[in-house]
Structure formats: structure tokens, C-alpha cells
């Protein structure tokens, strides 16, 4: 089973701030990575998928790159609706696809 | 656009079996290579696949799971099943659908969630 971590576990952040978040798996993962943004009380919802592309209608202050082990996932200026919690997801392995911790962004 | 639905008993008693039903709209739900997701959440915890549905009927289920779960899917009725059996508080959580597309594994569409509590 591919294990995925993510860092930092909290960001605590200011609107407008570009925010910066990691990624990494247990062993190689190609470019087959996704990422996903959870509101309380909601489903998670895709962001980005094979590693940088954008889901359709993603703002483009979303953008995500990296490839293999590391990956990066990149809000170039927050905005008030973006605090959440931020999962990545592998599917270059399965069963099981696995997901890392998740990344909370909440307000500094 | 599709809309997936997740629905079933709330609340399940130790030892027995937690049955869930994801219903599909706005899609045939083998109108393309699709496969049918389900993934749990205990509160405050992260997303843990459970397994999946292929329109095919092909099936993967997580290891840990295997000899516990059971997926089906019903083309007529436009709903994917969930059966997990022997269940303890561990299996506690918000149970999601979810679809993904072959070849690519990620999930696009999600259900809104459903708690089900194991509990006597």
C-alpha cells in the first residue's frame, strides 16, 4: 500500500497570501495524483488531477505540479472561500487508492 | 450533470450488517466506462477508499475489507450497494460515493455523505 503524507498538518493563513501546500508518497506515484478541497459538513471536491491539471471551472489561482514522490499544491492568493482542508489522492497503485492526511487551512 | 445519493439505516447495531444504496442521476449509470466508488470519513479523520464497481461488474475491495464487503451494482435501477458485514464502532463514519473513469482513478463526482453509527 502506497503511504501518503502531507505537511504542514494546519496553515493558518491571512486572505491574499499565497499558500503552499505538500505532498509526498511512499514510493513513485508518476504523475498520477489528485487533490481535493473539503468544506465542514461537505464532500471533498476535485481540484486537480495527474498532478496539475485543473478541474473544470477551478479558478486558475489553484495550481498543483511535482511528480514521482513529491507534490506541491499552490493558492497564489487566497480567498476567503478557500479555507478548508486539502487532501491528495494516489491512484498509480490500487487496491487500495489512498489518500494522505489532509492539510487544514484556517485563518491566522 | 451527474448526481449521486447516498441512502440507508442510520444506524446499525455490532455484528451485523451496514447496507448502503448510491442512486445516480443525471447519467445512465453504465452510459461510459465508469467505475462506482465507495469512501468512508470517521469524524474529524481523513477519507479512507472501501472499494469500488466497475459498469462491467469487475470489483476491487480494500484488503483490510475484503472478506467483509460487498459491492453490487443495479444498471435498472441506476444504484450502486453496499454491504459490509460484522461491523464494530471502528466502522463508525460518513460513507460517500463517488465516480471515477477509467482509465483515470480519481474520484469527479461525489454523493453528499451519510452517517452511519455503529452502536447497541
Known amino acids: 500500500e502506497i503511504v501518503m503524507t502531507q505537511s504542514p498538518a494546519t496553515l493558518s493563513v491571512s486572505p491574499g497570501d499565497r499558500v503552499t501546500l505538500s505532498c509526498r508518497a511512499s514510493q513513485s506515484v508518476d504523475l498520477n495524483l489528485a487533490w481535493y478541497q473539503q468544506k465542514p459538513g461537505q464532500a471533498p471536491r476535485l481540484l486537480i488531477y495527474?498532478?496539475?491539471t485543473r478541474a473544470t471551472g477551478l479558478p486558475a489561482r489553484f495550481s498543483g505540479s511535482g511528480s514521482g514522490t513529491d507534490f506541491t499544491l499552490t493558492i497564489s492568493s487566497l480567498q476567503s472561500e478557500d479555507f478548508a482542508v486539502y487532501y491528495c489522492q494516489q491512484y498509480n497503485d490500487w487496491p487500495p487508492f489512498t489518500f494522505g492526511p489532509g492539510t487544514k487551512v484556517d485563518v491566522k | 450533470q451527474v448526481q449521486l445519493q447516498e441512502s440507508g439505516p442510520g444506524l446499525v447495531k455490532p455484528s451485523q450488517t451496514l447496507s448502503l444504496t448510491c442512486t445516480v442521476s443525471g447519467d445512465p449509470i453504465s452510459g461510459g466506462s465508469y467505475f462506482w466508488n465507495w469512501i468512508r470519513q470517521p469524524a474529524g479523520k481523513g477519507l479512507d477508499w472501501i472499494g469500488r464497481?466497475?459498469?462491467?461488474?469487475?470489483?476491487d475491495y480494500h484488503p483490510s475489507l475484503n472478506s467483509r464487503l460487498r459491492i453490487s451494482i443495479d444498471k435498472s435501477k441506476n444504484q450502486i450497494s453496499l454491504k459490509l458485514s460484522s461491523v464494530t464502532a471502528a466502522d463508525t463514519a460518513v460513507y460517500f460515493c463517488?465516480?471515477?473513469?477509467?482509465?483515470?482513478?480519481?474520484?469527479?463526482?461525489w454523493g453528499q455523505g451519510m452517517l452511519v453509527t455503529v452502536s447497541s
Open positions: 464497481v466497475h459498469t462491467s461488474g469487475n470489483i
Open positions: 495527474r498532478a496539475s
Open positions: 463517488a465516480r471515477s473513469v477509467w482509465p483515470t482513478h480519481y474520484f469527479d463526482f
